[in-house]
Nanobody, 124 residues
């Protein structure tokens, strides 16, 4: 049983930083892609970033490039999302997700495993 547990959300002023963590358990994640998605009120869940668990290649949506960094610590089975220069439009519930396969994908429907989400609120 794959479990993903997010932490690190909170309230921050515009221009500030947060680091989200996603701790994975239930199996080895070699050969998996780990992703971060977000869902703002009234909007669909949207891709933010992804990382190949083995090898560490990273992928980002254009709106966060240069501000967000996805990384992983294989010894801790944890994936991180470092978010800098936060903007009010980054406000959303952030979800960690996992899928088998090393081809990254921005469609949330291709990720069978999800965490419970963590709220990020950026005030102006």
């Amino acid at each position: 049983q794959v479990q993903l547990v997010e932490s690190g959300g909170g309230l921050v002023q515009a221009g500030g930083s947060l680091r989200l963590s996603c701790t994975a358990s239930g199996r080895t994640f070699s050969g998996y892609t780990m992703g971060w998605f977000r869902q703002a009120p009234g909007k669909e869940r949207a891709f933010v970033a992804a990382i190949r668990y083995s090898g560490g290649s990273t992928y980002y949506v254009d709106s966060v490039k240069g501000r967000f960094t996805i990384s992983r610590d294989t010894a801790k089975n944890t994936v991180y999302l470092q978010m800098n220069s936060l903007k009010p439009e980054d406000t959303a519930v952030y979800y960690c997700a996992a899928k088998l396969g090393v081809v990254p994908n921005s469609d949330p429907g291709n990720y069978p495993y999800w965490g419970q989400g963590t709220q990020v609120t950026v005030s102006s």
